[in-house]
Nanobody, 124 residues
Framework: SVQLVESGGGSVQAGGSLRLSCEAAGEFYSIECMGWFRQAPGKEREGVAGIYFRGGPLYDDSVKGRFTISRDNAKNTLYLQMNSLKPEDTAMYYC??????????????????WGQGTQVTVSS
């Protein structure tokens, strides 16, 4: 079992930055795939960024060049550095993790474990 706890969300002005963290706890040796997903009111949840145990980041086109996903496996922690934030980035951001990493796991959002989310609000 894996428990995921996000932190680092908050309110920021457009153009500002935030760094989200996701700490994984539980009985496991390693997590192969992790990612960040977000959902704004009235919209479907979308993938923001994903990463494998050894790297290989994946990004949604809307955040490429602005967001950077990384992980510290020794700390069992996932990060999302968000720069040049825009009002349209406002959403609840969720951390997710998976061991099997089924085909197109990031784009299909087929991860087994999810956190409760952290709110990010960007004002204009």
């Amino acid at each position: 079992s894996v428990q995921l706890v996000e932190s680092g969300g908050g309110s920021v002005q457009a153009g500002g930055s935030l760094r989200l963290s996701c700490e994984a706890a539980g009985e496991f040796y390693s997590i192969e795939c992790m990612g960040w997903f977000r959902q704004a009111p009235g919209k479907e949840r979308e993938g923001v960024a994903g990463i494998y145990f050894r790297g290989g980041p994946l990004y949604d086109d809307s955040v490429k060049g602005r967001f950077t996903i990384s992980r510290d496996n020794a700390k069992n922690t996932l990060y999302l550095q968000m720069n040049s934030l825009k009002p349209e980035d406002t959403a609840m951001y969720y951390c997710a993790a998976d061991f099997s990493c089924r085909g197109s796991w990031f784009w299909r959002q087929t991860l087994d474990y999810w956190g409760q989310g952290t709110q990010v609000t960007v004002s204009s």
